[in-house]
Structures are given as structure tokens and as C-alpha cells.
Nanobody, 118 residues
Framework: QVQLVESGGGLVQTGGSLRLSCVASGRYVMGWFRQAPGKERVLVAASGINTYYADSVKGRFTISRDNAKNTVYLQMNSLKPEDTAVYYC??????????????????WGQGTQVTVSS
């Protein structure tokens, strides 16, 4: 069983920045999802052969990978209250595409809370 270990969430003011990290050994398409209370889990960014960003975070969030450290990052800048959610990293064994459905990902981190105060 592959274990994904997340870190980096917290409380930040509007306009601030946070960086999330996720350690995952192996070769995968990596995605960052978020889930706000009462809402579905949605893909924020993904990194495979291509890179995907949700429209709501384009220009503010950056996904990157350090293969030597088996780590994927989500740098979040210019944070807004609507970014408040639990953020999950996910790994997909099939290396084609960056699908947006959570069902297409095989392994999940435990989630980390990001709260942006107004």
C-alpha cells in the first residue's frame, strides 16, 4: 500500500501564501484536490506529462515536483477565503492524462486544512 504524507496547511490571511507538500514514493500522476464543507472534492492542480490547473487557481497556485525527494508541492499565493478547504494529495498509477475525477486516483493523503481568513 502506497502511503502519501501531506504537510503544510494552516491559517493564513487573505493575500497570504502557503506551500503544501506531499511525499509519495514511486512514479505517478500527482494531483491536489480540495474539499470545502458540504461540497464535492474537486481537482485543483495535477502534474503528469501535462500540468492542469483549475480556472479558480490559475496564476495563483503552482504545482511542482522534486523527484529526488519523492515530493510534490502546491505553492498557493494570493489566497482568498474561498480557498478554504481540506486539501488532499492523490496519486494515479496510470500515467496518461490528468483526470479531474477523484475516482481516477488510486492513493490518497490524509488531508490538511487550509483556512484563509478575511
Amino acid at each position: 500500500q502506497v502511503q502519501l504524507v501531506e504537510s503544510g496547511g494552516g491559517l493564513v490571511q487573505t493575500g497570504g501564501s502557503l506551500r503544501l507538500s506531499c511525499v509519495a514514493s514511486g512514479r505517478y500522476v500527482m494531483g491536489w484536490f480540495r474539499q470545502a464543507p458540504g461540497k464535492e472534492r474537486v481537482l485543483v492542480a495535477a502534474s503528469g506529462i501535462n500540468t492542469y490547473y483549475a480556472d479558480s487557481v490559475k496564476g495563483r497556485f503552482t504545482i511542482s515536483r522534486d523527484n529526488a525527494k519523492n515530493t510534490v508541492y502546491l505553492q498557493m499565493n494570493s489566497l482568498k477565503p474561498e480557498d478554504t478547504a481540506v486539501y488532499y494529495c492523490a496519486a494515479r498509477k496510470r500515467l496518461i492524462g490528468t483526470p479531474s475525477s477523484p475516482d481516477e486516483y488510486d492513493y490518497w493523503g490524509q488531508g490538511t486544512q487550509v483556512t484563509v481568513s478575511s
